[in-house]
């Protein structure tokens, strides 16, 4: 039989940017607010409880299916790919209570300080770019861009000070996982990283940080050697003007991502990877991006993929199958093993007859924005 056990539930907890806490990334069964919300309460909060006995019996639980679903298409889930961070970390995955839970339990806290962003990205929205929900009141009326009104709507404004002392809280935390907005933005980053070294903490901790890279406070210098471990997930989208047409130009890869990658290099117990959102301006590109980041020039090797699905206007699949058909198969042939993995997920069938109006809609007001 195969094992369904997943030990997120008993080693960790994730805080949304809009200030919601959910029992990890994938399953959206809020717990409440975290302005509200005691941390014991929410640890052991019914949802919780009913999704660890669920797990302990071995069952699938029903906020958990895109896990499921992904395990069987032979993909690799949320599941899979903590219970091995925690085996790579020297964690174990066992717990011992089938429900019931002590905050000494949680190794592993995935959190945001809201929706602080210096960006506002094409595909994001405003629960995750304060740049973004700056925009909210200048957009135009049509439908099309009732994704982001919406997504304005019940954002809170979360309490760093609050956060910090929950992270104090929590004495078996191994990884820290800082997510944004933009971390290296938010009011409270620095004065975490402080409160974590003067408690003698920061040895014990390893950060994994999501960051579009395009800010270097100097502070990070100084503080980050005393942690276990740091990894940044730079945010990259593309090179060149593909970066630019959906980050702007304070994004450019060469003239801002690619010298912060240089000086923060130097750090001795820093890794770099890179996370590209795919979306409608940049699937057709993403080889030749690759083929950039592993050049000597550059030597980003550690590639990850992500795909827009919504708003779907923006997904890939807003394109017609007709402009994607071709650069699909040369994706599934690459020289590149996650592009090929990445593609070989995807059918051209998913592709639009042709291209979305929504898209081409939101194109000519994203045009005028940038």
Same mark, same amino acid.
């Given at each position: 039989?195969?094992?369904?056990? =997943?030990?997120?539930?008993?080693?960790?907890?994730?805080?949304?940017?809009?200030?919601?806490?959910?029992? =990890?990334?994938?399953?959206?069964?809020?717990?409440?607010?975290?302005?509200?919300? #005691?941390?014991? /309460?929410?640890?052991?909060?019914?949802?919780?409880?009913?999704?660890?006995?669920?797990?302990?019996?071995?069952?699938?639980?029903?906020? =958990?299916?895109?896990?499921?679903?992904?395990?069987?298409?032979?993909?690799?889930?949320?599941? /899979?790919?903590?219970?091995?961070?925690?085996?790579?970390?020297?964690?174990?995955?066992?717990?011992?209570?089938?429900?019931?839970?002590?905050?000494?339990?949680?190794?592993?806290?995935?959190?945001?300080?809201?929706?602080?962003?210096?960006?506002?990205?094409?595909? =994001?929205?405003?629960?995750?770019?304060?740049?973004?929900?700056?925009?909210?009141?200048?957009? +135009?009326?049509?439908?099309?861009?009732?994704?982001?009104?919406?997504?304005?709507?019940?954002?809170?404004?979360?309490? %760093?000070?609050?956060?910090?002392?929950?992270?104090?809280?929590?004495?078996?935390?191994?990884?820290?996982?800082?997510?944004?907005? *933009? +971390?290296?933005?938010?009011?409270?980053?620095?004065?975490?990283?402080?409160?974590?070294?003067?408690?003698?903490?920061?040895?014990?901790?390893?950060?994994?940080?999501?960051?579009?890279?395009?800010?270097?406070? *100097?502070?990070?210098?100084?503080?980050?050697?005393?942690?276990?471990?740091?990894?940044?997930?730079?945010?990259?989208?593309?090179?060149?003007?593909?970066?630019? #047409?959906?980050?702007?130009?304070?994004?450019?890869?060469?003239?801002?991502?690619?010298?912060?990658?240089?000086?923060?290099?130097?750090?001795?117990?820093?890794?770099? %990877?890179?996370?590209?959102?795919?979306?409608?301006?940049?699937?057709?590109?993403?080889?030749?991006?690759?083929?950039?980041?592993?050049?000597?020039?550059?030597?980003?090797?550690? #590639?990850?993929?992500?795909?827009?699905?919504?708003?779907?206007?923006?997904?890939?699949?807003?394109?017609?199958?007709? %402009?994607?058909?071709?650069?699909?198969?040369?994706?599934? #042939?690459?020289?590149?093993?996650?592009?090929?993995?990445?593609?070989?997920?995807?059918?051209?069938?998913?592709?639009?007859?042709?291209?979305?109006?929504?898209?081409?809609?939101?194109?000519?007001?994203?045009?005028?924005?940038?």
């Amino acid at each position: 039989m195969k094992d369904k056990t =997943c030990a997120i539930p008993w080693k960790s907890l994730y805080i949304h940017s809009n200030g919601s806490v959910f029992p =990890c990334c994938i399953v959206f069964k809020k717990l409440g607010n975290f302005n509200e919300l #005691n941390l014991e /309460n929410a640890w052991n909060h019914p949802t919780m409880l009913e999704i660890r006995k669920s797990h302990a019996q071995g069952l699938e639980y029903p906020g =958990c299916k895109s896990c499921w679903n992904r395990e069987d298409k032979g993909l690799s889930s949320r599941r /899979n790919s903590f219970q091995l961070d925690l085996e790579e970390a020297g964690l174990t995955t066992h717990f011992e209570t089938p429900s019931h839970a002590s905050l000494e339990d949680i190794v592993h806290f995935d959190i945001s300080f809201g929706n602080q962003c210096n960006l506002n990205c094409a595909f =994001c929205s405003p629960d995750k770019s304060s740049k973004w929900e700056q925009l909210v009141n200048d957009l +135009p009326s049509e439908s099309t861009f009732d994704f982001y009104r919406d997504r304005a709507k019940n954002i809170s404004s979360i309490n %760093s000070q609050r956060l910090i002392d929950s992270i104090l809280m929590l004495p078996s935390l191994s990884i820290l996982e800082i997510k944004g907005g *933009e +971390p290296f933005f938010a009011k409270g980053h620095q004065s975490l990283l402080e409160k974590l070294i003067s408690a003698n903490r920061a040895k014990n901790i390893s950060l994994w940080y999501s960051s579009n890279l395009t800010i270097l406070p *100097e502070y990070l210098f100084e503080l980050l050697p005393h942690f276990k471990s740091v990894h940044i997930s730079i945010s990259l989208d593309g090179v060149g003007e593909v970066q630019e #047409n959906i980050r702007g130009k304070k994004a450019s890869f060469d003239d801002v991502i690619l010298p912060n990658v240089n000086k923060i290099r130097m750090l001795p117990n820093l890794s770099l %990877s890179t996370h590209t959102t795919v979306c409608a301006y940049n699937f057709i590109h993403l080889e030749s991006m690759l083929e950039y980041l592993h050049s000597s020039k550059v030597s980003l090797r550690s #590639n990850a993929f992500g795909l827009v699905r919504k708003p779907a206007f923006l997904s890939p699949f807003a394109l017609s199958q007709y %402009s994607v058909k071709s650069k699909l198969f040369e994706f599934k #042939n690459s020289s590149f093993k996650k592009l090929r993995k990445f593609a070989q997920n995807i059918n051209i069938e998913d592709f639009n007859e042709e291209t979305d109006p929504e898209f081409l809609s939101f194109n000519q007001y994203w045009s005028s924005v940038y």
